[in-house]
């Protein structure tokens, strides 16, 4: 069955400084892979996806993504953390052919001024 | 303004009461689609749906109908709730492209339930 794990339930950052949020999947096959965010008291928002075109995937608001085929990860990166980046954030996966998405059980982003 | 809509946006109710959670869309997706989210467990699917008339289990769906008599709606109920279907909800709605559903899901703000 396809999986997501996502390494960290929570992550704590000073402003400013970079923030890395790490995911693997199963390697069944090659997925598609989704970094949502989710914002207190919001629903989710796309912030990148990957689809098979570069590995390197950039999203909103400064963000981007690194698929590691080799590592089965799909790694989100900031350079710069922002107090408006903390949130819940969510990877997930999409296999072929299938309708589903399965979703990391998240990590909590915390950004210290 | 393109969105999804859902109600209410919170509920208390009691074991066995029947309830129903409303979902609309109005950006004539033809994908459609229910989440709980429970923490460190983020969010599992319970019921989808491709079309109107047409639906499928999702991970969870034990306790829950759903129906697709629309496009545009897509009622969540829970026919007898039990504690356990304590939770919070999301109703989320794509385009399908090429046989599958465009990735980029559009979600509701969520229906915090709580049944005692």
């Known amino acids: 069955a396809q999986s997501v794990t996502q390494l960290d339930s929570h992550v704590s950052v000073s402003e400013g400084t970079p923030v890395l949020l790490r995911c693997n999947y199963s390697s069944s096959y090659s997925p598609s892979l989704f970094w949502y965010v989710q914002h207190p008291n919001k629903g989710l928002q796309l912030l990148l996806k990957y689809t098979s075109a570069a590995t390197l995937v950039k999203g909103i608001n400064g963000f981007e993504a690194e698929f590691k085929k080799s590592e089965t990860s799909f790694h989100l990166t900031k350079p710069s953390a922002h107090m408006s980046d903390a949130a819940e954030y969510f990877c997930?996966?999409?296999?072929?052919?299938?309708?589903?998405?399965?979703f990391g059980a998240g990590t909590t982003v915390t950004v210290r001024a | 303004e393109a969105q999804v809509t859902q109600n209410p946006r919170y509920l208390i109710t009691v074991t066995g009461k029947k309830l129903t959670v409303t979902c609309s869309q109005n950006?004539?997706?033809?994908?459609m689609s229910w989440y709980r989210q429970d923490p460190g467990l983020g969010l599992r699917q319970i019921y989808y749906?491709?079309?109107?008339?047409?639906?499928d289990k999702g991970d969870v769906p034990e306790g829950y109908k759903v129906s697709r008599k629309e496009k545009r709606n897509f009622p969540l109920i829970l026919e007898s709730p039990s504690p356990n279907q304590t939770s919070l909800y999301f109703c989320?709605?794509?385009?399908?492209?090429?046989?599958?559903?465009?990735?980029?899901?559009?979600f509701g703000s969520g229906t915090q339930l709580s049944v005692l």
């Open positions: 749906s491709m079309n109107v008339e047409v639906t």
């Open positions: 989320a709605s794509s385009l399908r492209s090429g046989g599958a559903i465009n990735e980029k899901l559009f």
């Open positions: 950006m004539n997706h033809e994908y």
């Open positions: 997930v996966v999409r296999y072929p052919n299938d309708y589903k998405l399965s």
